[in-house]
């Protein structure tokens, strides 16, 4: 069901000939009733001959398999591993300052290394205080932007002091 729009003008005579010599060679698609049926094409016979002609492979002659080398076990950690998180979206810089220097002290008390920060891209109020802290304390080696999959420019590794 096709709908008019009312602001377009039915076309002309000359515009409606002139867009069907354009057309020129086109004709309505077929619908299902007319359209012939397709045999359903059986190919057993082509199928049988074309494994006729194939060589025949015998498995003794293979040659042995290598047997898979044992992997070692890996006892490095991801470089983006993390022992704790502390999420800090939505508080306030003074709220969330006191909750990083607490997180940060258990987590140095339980003999965490690497922690990761949370705090969100927002309008950089949270992040350029967080990391302005983290700058200044005490029990932190080094910080470092998280990689994407940990949130990118929203968030911080942080490694710490060990005891």
């Keep these: 069901m096709s709908r008019k729009r009312k602001d377009v003008p ?22 299902k009733k007319d359209a012939p049926r397709e ?12 494994l006729e ?9 293979m040659p042995e398999k290598t047997p898979k080398k044992e992997g ?3 006892t490095k950690r ?24 607490a997180f940060l002290r258990r987590s140095q008390t339980k003999g965490f ?13 949270l992040k350029n205080g967080v990391r302005a802290y983290l700058q200044e304390h005490q029990s932190v080696t080094q910080w470092h932007i998280a990689p994407p999959k940990l949130g990118g ?4 590794l942080v490694e710490l002091r060990r005891k």
């Design 78 to 101: 991801p470089k983006f591993a993390f022992d704790a998180l502390l999420d800090l979206h939505g508080m306030l810089l003074e709220t969330a300052i006191k909750q990083l220097d």
């Design 153 to 156: 420019e929203g968030a911080v």
């Design 72 to 74: 070692k076990i890996s």
């Design 113 to 125: 290394f690497r922690v990761l920060v949370i705090h969100g891209k927002g309008s950089g109020v």
């Design 10 to 31: 039915p076309l002309s005579e000359e515009e409606r000939s002139l867009f069907l010599t354009a057309l020129g060679f086109a004709q309505p698609a077929p619908t």
């Design 39 to 50: 045999k359903v094409r059986t190919i057993n016979e082509d199928f049988a001959s074309l």
């Design 53 to 61: 002609s194939l060589p025949v492979i015998d498995k003794d002659a």
